[in-house]
């Protein structure tokens, strides 16, 4: 069904889908297929492209001449990028979708139901599927989650103007951490829903010794702004030695740059830990049992996959 940019069903609420493309021309088609087999009438589509050079760009407007097009000149990051979506977005639900991901028909109705009948849900995702999984059996609609992966989420406009989007300081990963953690804290719950399923190809920029520094750049930041220095201090003493062992054993002197940055911005980063700690709604030490429950869940979850 093609996607209506007007809407005046209560029942069905615009959607808006915000994509954030870099060279994914290999990617998109596959994606933009599945996504126009959604069954959801009352969508719209943004895509942000970070001045991909493998003609992602024009594959947007062979693929998807209905999407709007934003065309940026330099890599400004995934969550600047998903920031500049949402301000042009019109929905009252946000979902952020990457181009690696195919969804499955029914996806968005089910998210946009699910989340109706929890109005203390500001985020809610699918079920997201990794190649060779098969899924689950559902034993309920929905659950409480510490936090929810970037490739398909879906948030509540308010809950998204409340927390001020996407942490901009993270070029990428733990951006998707940081704004579910926010959100509890802030008061809202965290979901995912068992019976909407994606499919993720993990066709980005996962993995790989790159990226090892914006990790424990960004893992080290979330930790400083949300968590209580109880946790802060063994995370930090823990990422210390995994990181000495990181430049010690394949040497990567890059990942000294994670813990520099963190140094010259931690009056910063300490200004908005105040501001989290004092507009928080629920104690750090709730969030910390759903991040031991999420953690137990996932390890349970690898074990069945092996």
Same mark, same amino acid.
């Given at each position: 069904m093609p996607p209506s940019q007007r809407n005046d069903n209560p029942a069905t609420p615009l959607v808006s889908l915000i994509m954030v493309t870099y060279n994914s021309a290999a990617l998109l088609p596959a994606c933009l297929e599945a996504l126009a087999a959604t069954r959801y009438p009352a969508y719209e589509l943004l895509i942000v492209d970070n001045a991909s050079n493998d003609g992602t760009t024009v594959l947007v407007t062979e693929h998807a001449p209905q999407a709007q097009l934003v065309a940026n000149r330099e890599n400004l990051g995934f969550g600047c990028a998903c920031n500049q979506g949402a301000q042009a977005a019109q929905g009252a639900l946000l979902v952020f979708l990457n181009p690696d991901v195919l969804v499955t028909p029914n996806w968005l109705t089910l998210l946009v139901e699910h989340i109706a009948a929890h109005p203390e849900a500001g985020i809610i995702c699918p079920t997201t599927l990794y190649p060779g999984e098969t899924p689950p059996p559902v034993h309920t609609l929905v659950g409480e989650t510490a936090a929810v992966p970037g490739c398909a989420l879906m948030i509540r406009r308010d809950a998204w103007q409340q927390l001020g989007g996407f942490d901009e300081r993270y070029f990428l990963y733990w951006e998707d951490t940081d704004l579910c953690w926010r959100a509890w804290l802030a008061g809202w719950r965290v979901l995912e829903d068992f019976t909407a399923l994606v499919y993720h190809e993990r066709g980005g920029s996962a993995g790989g010794r790159r990226w090892d520094a914006e990790a424990t750049k960004n893992s080290l930041h979330t930790y400083l702004k949300t968590m209580r220095w109880r946790r802060v201090l063994p995370f930090s003493a823990s990422l210390a030695l995994k990181t000495a062992a990181k430049i010690?054993?394949?040497? &990567?002197?890059?990942? $000294?740059?994670?813990?520099?940055?963190?140094?010259?911005?931690?009056?910063?980063?300490?200004?908005?830990?105040?501001?989290? &700690?004092?507009?928080?709604?629920?104690?750090?030490?709730? $969030?910390e049992q759903r991040i031991a429950a999420h953690t137990a869940r996932n390890r349970h979850a690898r074990r069945n996959r092996h």
């Open positions: 010690i054993r394949f040497r &990567q002197p890059a990942l $000294l740059g994670a813990w520099a940055w963190n140094a010259h911005h931690l009056g910063e980063t300490l200004a908005m830990r105040r501001e989290i &700690q004092r507009t928080r709604r629920i104690a750090p030490a709730a $969030l």
